[in-house]
Each structure stands twice: as C-alpha cells, then as structure tokens.
C-alpha cells in the first residue's frame, strides 16, 4: 500500500491533520456486522479512549469470513523435537476446530464476558483455545507456561477465571514442565470450575472437573454461531509487571485492537501474500498475541508456531527452521540474537537463509554488534532490520521503520506510524524540541489498540499512565530523537527491568524474596548483562552473611512465587542497605554500583550509614555469580 517514503509522510501529515478519518478509512477495511457511530473519543484525565463505538464485530469473523482460499496454510506447526516432515494447519481446519471449541465452551456455560485462563505450551491448542475464546466473547487471559504455580494462582484470582485450559506438560527444549501439576497446585480455592487438559492422564483425584483436550471438542459441531461483539467489549486480559505491587491485567478491547494489530502487521513488516513469517514470541507475550496469532491471521497470512527453543537441539535450529519452510519475515528479540551470536558466525552460515526478506526485533533496545551481525550475518546485508517498539499496553507497535521504506539506522526504533503521535517531555512535563536530548517518551493522542483499563482497577490505570503528566500517556520510558526525527529508544524509567526482553517490577522480585523465612529486607535493581540485556541484582538483607546456601534457597523462593525466569542473577548478602534517615532505601545509589561505579555516588550526605556504599560496592565486584 505504502511503498515510499515520500507516500509515508503524506500518510503521516494527513493522520496527523485528520486522525478519525484516518483511522475511520483503515477500519472500514473490515468486516462490521454494525457500522459504528463514533470513531473515536478519550479523555486522558480519566485515563480513557474509546474506538468504533456503536460499532458490532468479531475479530474470528474478520480472520475466518473473510479469506478466499480457505486451504491456505495458516501455521506451519514445528514441534520441540526435530522432525523431517512438515505438520500444518489450513484456514479452514482451524476454523473447524476453533468452531468445534467454541461449542465445547458454550456447552459448558462459558458465555460473553467470562474469563478464560489459558496455561499452553506453544502449540495449535493453544491458537484454537484463543480464537475460541474470541468467537464466543469470552475473555482470555494468557498466562505464560514459564510462571509458576503462586503466579498463576495469582492471575486467575485477579480474572475470576471461570476455566483453565491447559497441557500435562511442557517440553522445551530438553527441559519438562509438569503444567497440570502447577495448575492443580495453583486453582484449589480460585474460582475456577473446569480444566481442560491437553493429553490429559487422569490419575488422581482434583478439585475440579476435567476433561481431555480432545475428547472435549472433537465431537461438536464444525458450525458455530458467532458472538457478535460490541467494538468497546473487552477481548482480552494480558497480566504485565509495573513498578509497583502485583502484575497488572492489561485489557485490551475487540474493535480497536483487530484493527491496529492488523494493519501494524502489514505495514510495518510489508507482509505479501505468499510470503512465510515467523515471530518467535512466545503466546504468553504481547508479542505473541498481537503477531503470532492476531495480526498475521488478519492478514491470511502463513507463520510458523515453533514449540521449541533456539539452542535445541543445537544452536542453528532458528536457521533451520528458515531454511525448511522458506521463512521470508524474521521476528524476534535482540536477547535471542545476542546468544545465537556468542556460537560464532560458521553456524548460520551453514545455512542458505536466502529466504529471508525483512527481520525483526522487539522487546528491548538493540545494541549495535548485536544489529550489525543481524544485519550482515543472517541478513546478508538484503533484508531491512525492522526495530519495533511497543509494549503490553500499546497492543501493536507504535515506533518502528516499515520493512524497506523509510530510512533505518542501526540502534534507532526509527519513526512513528501514521497515526502515532509520540513527544518527549522533560521533568517539567516540556516538550524537548532539540535532538538528541534524552526525555520521557508520550504520546498525545490515542490510537485503537491503547490500553482501555488495568482489569479490576481503573484508577491504577490512570496512576501509572496518565498521572505523571497531565493530558499524555506515559510510557515508562526514555527515549531521544536524532535529527530526522528517528527515535532511539533508551529503556525503562521506573522501577522495572527488562530481562531478555520480559518485564519484571522490581517490588515484586522483593516482595517474592521477603516471604523467604530467612530475609529482612531486600532490594532489587538491574544490571547491564551481555547477554540478557539487564540482570537482576538483590542486595539481601540476612543475619547470616557466611551461609552462601541462603543464596540457592532465596532464588528457589523466587521460582516459586514468580518462575524460573525472574531468579536474581546475582544476590549479594549483606547487613544493610543504604537508607535515608527516614528509612527509605536509596535505590539510585544501589543501580550506580549495579552498572559498575565504584567511586562516583553523588550526594550520599543524607544516608545514615554512608560506610554501607563501600561495603556493597566490594561485594558486588567480587560478583557473587549464582
Ligand atoms: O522498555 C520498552 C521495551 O519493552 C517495554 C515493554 O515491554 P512489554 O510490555 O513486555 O512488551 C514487550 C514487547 C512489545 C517497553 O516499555 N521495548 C519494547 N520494544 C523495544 C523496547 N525497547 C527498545 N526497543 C524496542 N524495540
């Protein structure tokens, strides 16, 4: 549609002159069984925006009604083990199944507006249970299979989750996961009703009913009537870290939501139709919502589902992979190319990966070696590097150069899209003008796929995105704009970290590590790691500075109450941490000695036992490497 960069800024002036009738032309592209009123209205006081309102649609209508050829392949479907063959799956047999789903659901009382909690390896289950979910109005909440029991527990009491549908176990790679023990572990006392187990082994008895994937679907009806769904009726809860107390459900809504993951899909990746894309996100992920399974089945376009990981069986299986299905369009993140990097460049260069057209990153800034090598080693110097930035609540990438048409630079997430209205404010709540100056990335103005609530909590909502200030969405972000207007994105503000492209508040690694019997206090900040992007370092507070077996034992309680992929990377034991004289932590000094300062504290006059910096400064260079 748009294959110049002249053509991009036409399109972006006239967003920019015009955002509803922009945004009324895109989304009349779709299938509406009710034309909608109002295109758009928000108030961002009140932390609010609404799209298409009036407007009656379903997101399953717009992937399944409306595509011509209904044998083409939707997935290719590529399991943890390597096999020669190739496993895929037609529009229309995942239509069927979704179908067939859909009516299992009814059947069991799962109507329009209840929560359905989804705990899936990557596999086709797990795409039919969501597109299911979405045909008959129920709202799904994805929980990523790598949280563990507590964690789970927790995001199913924040849903009220009527349902859980879930798997006996997880492979990945060499490792397994016993899901079903998890999800046992974690409904006992929830508000679930029913499991629904993909290859159920029934061998004791459960606080629930249970039936086996399978059996549950394959009996019903291939026909099933559509829910149609208001534009503003919630699709999904999608749970992500803040920077304060428990992760939070991010809900997104039907209309606006189809309609930016949809068209962020084809602009940004220029997704043809013969064309083979593979997101490596996992489903539990934005990432994964917006496009492995929404965005690309909008478009009828083909994506591989991978189960597996990039190291298994070794460490070309991604090259592989691009090799066996011909994969055209590449999307991951920098932490997956940064370790596929560290097995040197003979690896890939095993393969042809002359395929490949356009290759993606998202979930974190990209260092330049890391782009470079991308850009030269799997891409041959032939496929421009798409570097997106977005977020949970975002729904679809906001800044991003669209694949070959408007000017890249390495490190640079590059332009907004049409229709995307980002601004860098200062302290002050200034717009910085001058390039090149670092400031607080917003944004002025919705767009479709905005975040419309923090489930449960409207108020959270507006706290932790429109408060800071007044009349703009806050991204938690930091970023700063070159002199072509390209933004390079500098990370998180708050007290988050992104560890290999996954958020983690830094309260709640605390509050995980505080229920350990033998801690105090503890304080979490992040680290530069070479690999993950940030680390995590706890500086614990325990009597017993010489037992170094607390350490195993802490991470452990972190696995527990959140999952193996937020236990710290570094736990220095200590006496005390750096306070205030009114007692509160001072955590700028702890990120200082966390990125390497060993001199350099600024004023440290107000703390109440200033000999602490030191001691924790030698502690954390002899680094205790866990
Ligand atoms: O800090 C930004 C970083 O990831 C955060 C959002 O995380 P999450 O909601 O988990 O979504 C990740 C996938 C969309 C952002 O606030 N981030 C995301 N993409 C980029 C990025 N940082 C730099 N460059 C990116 N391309």
Redo the contacts with the bound molecule.
């Keep these: 549609m748009r294959n110049s960069f002249e053509a991009y800024q036409t399109i972006y002036e006239q967003s920019k002159n015009n955002p509803e009738q922009f945004w009324s032309e895109i989304a009349q592209q779709f299938l509406w069984k009710q034309p909608w009123k109002e295109t758009v209205t928000f108030d961002f006081s009140l932390g609010e925006n609404q799209w298409f309102i009036g407007g009656k649609t379903n997101i399953t209508e717009n992937i399944f009604s409306k595509i011509e050829d209904k044998s083409k392949i939707a997935f290719y479907l590529e399991p943890n083990d390597v096999k020669p063959e190739k496993s895929v799956i037609s529009y229309g047999a995942l239509e069927r199944k979704v179908n067939q789903f859909a009516n299992a659901l009814r059947k069991k009382g799962i109507g329009k507006g209840d929560r359905v909690c989804i705990y899936l390896p990557m596999k086709i289950e797990a795409v039919i249970a969501v597109l299911a979910c979405a045909k008959i109005g129920a709202v799904h909440t994805i929980v990523f299979a790598g949280f563990s029991a507590n964690a789970l527990a927790d995001r199913i009491n924040d849903a009220a989750a009527k349902c859980i549908i879930t798997a006996q176990e997880l492979v990945r790679g060499e490792k397994k996961v016993p899901l079903k023990k998890m999800v046992d572990e974690a409904i006992s006392g929830t508000s679930i009703l029913f499991s629904v187990v993909l290859d159920l082994e029934k061998n004791h008895d459960t606080s629930v009913e249970e039936f086996d994937f399978q059996s549950f679907y394959q009996n019903e009806a291939e026909e099933c009537a559509t829910e149609w769904m208001d534009s503003e009726d919630p699709l999904f809860i999608l749970y ?2 803040g920077s304060t107390g428990k992760p939070k459900g991010v809900v997104h809504h039907c209309g606006g939501y189809m309609v930016y993951t949809a068209y962020t899909f084809k602009n940004v990746f220029q997704y043809q139709s013969d064309d083979v894309f593979w997101c490596t ?1 996992d489903i539990g ?3 994964g919502h ?1 496009y492995l399974i929404y965005g690309p089945l909008l478009n009828h376009a083909t994506s591989i589902l991978f189960e597996g990981i990039p190291t298994y069986p070794n460490p070309g299986r991604f090259w592989e992979i691009v090799d066996k299905y011909q994969v055209t369009h590449f999307y991951t993140a ?1 932490t997956a190319i940064r370790s596929l990097m560290t097995f040197g460049d003979a690896i890939p260069q095993s393969y042809g990966l002359n395929s490949l057209k356009v290759l993606g ?6 260092n330049k070696e890391a782009y470079d090598w991308y850009a030269t080693i799997i891409g041959k110097q032939n496929c421009p590097i798409v ?8 729904g679809g ?1 906001l ?2 150069n669209m694949a070959g048409i408007e000017p890249s630079r390495a490190t640079y ?1 590059g332009l907004p899209l049409p229709g995307i209205f980002p601004i860098l404010l200062n302290e002050k709540g200034e717009e910085i003008t001058d390039p090149n100056q670092e400031g607080y990335l917003c944004f002025s103005y919705p767009w479709p796929s905005m975040i419309r609530t923090t489930y449960g909590s409207h108020e959270r909502c507006i706290q932790t995105y429109f408060s800071h200030f007044k009349g703009y969405y806050f ?3 930091a970023a700063k704009k070159d002199e072509n207007g390209l933004f390079r ?1 500098i ?2 503000v708050d007290d ?1 970290i ?1 560890v290999s ?3 983690f508040g830094t309260a709640e690694i605390e509050n995980a590590m505080n229920k350990h019997e033998r801690v105090f206090e503890s304080a979490v900040v992040g680290y530069p790691h070479p690999l993950k992007g940030q680390g995590i370092v706890a500086f614990v507070i325990v009597n017993d500075l010489e037992d170094q077996s607390l350490i195993e034992s802490i991470r452990s309680t972190v696995q527990t109450e959140i999952g193996a992929i937020a236990k710290p990377d570094l736990i220095i034991l200590t006496d005390s941490l750096p306070k205030t004289r009114s007692g509160k932590i001072m955590r700028r000094i702890l990120r200082k000695i966390a990125e390497g300062e060993t001199t350099h504290f600024g004023d440290t006059s107000t703390l109440l036992e200033p000999t602490i910096v030191m001691q924790l400064v030698a502690a954390f260079q002899s680094k205790h490497i866990n």
């Excluded at 990153?361 to 990209?366: A, C, L, Q």
């Excluded at 570097?387 to 949970?392: A, F, N, Y």
């Design positions: 992500t870290s996100a992920w934005i990432t917006s920098p990153t998202v979930g974190e800034p990209i570097d997106t930035w977005w977020q949970t609540e975002t990438i800044i991003s997430a991204s938690g972000d994105i990370g998180r988050v992104n492209g996954h958020r």
